[in-house]
């Protein structure tokens, strides 16, 4: 499995981007595949996240109403399009699946992924958002 993320980089605040993690290996139909970000020094913290079988999505408090993840099974690529960008949204993203994880979106796969023991993940794609 091969997660391969793009689109970051620098914007204002208020501004967006949109990410993209294309995967290989499995497909999207399968599993649930999401985003986390993290800060050096802080722990990293689950974003968002999207169910191949069902279309259901999960999000971070911090991030709702402003980003919004999404599928193309075509292209076997998630997306996440994150409006209203904030300083505190500066972080580095990256792609994650567990093919093996067994439910749907939802918070408990951000605590089965957090723990960074299992699964795939991606590169890392460096968001920031400064003026």
């Known amino acids: 499995v091969q997660l391969v993320e793009s689109g970051g980089g620098s914007v204002q605040p208020g501004g967006s981007l949109k990410l993209s993690c294309t995967a290989s290996?499995?497909?999207?139909?399968?599993?649930?595949i999401g985003w986390f970000r993290q800060v050096p020094g802080k722990e990293r913290e689950g974003v968002s996240c999207?169910?191949?079988?069902?279309?259901?999505?999960e999000y971070a408090d911090s991030v709702k109403g402003r980003f919004t993840i999404s599928s193309d099974s075509a292209k076997n690529t998630v997306y996440l399009q994150m409006n209203r960008l904030k300083p505190e949204d500066t972080a580095v993203y990256y792609c994650a699946v567990d093919p093996l994880y067994p439910g749907n979106a939802g918070s408990y796969w951000f605590e089965t992924l957090g723990l960074g023991v299992a699964g795939y993940w991606g590169q890392g794609t460096q968001v920031t958002v400064s003026s």
């Open positions: 290996g499995l497909t999207l139909d399968d599993v649930v």
């Open positions: 999207i169910s191949g079988s069902d279309g259901s999505t």
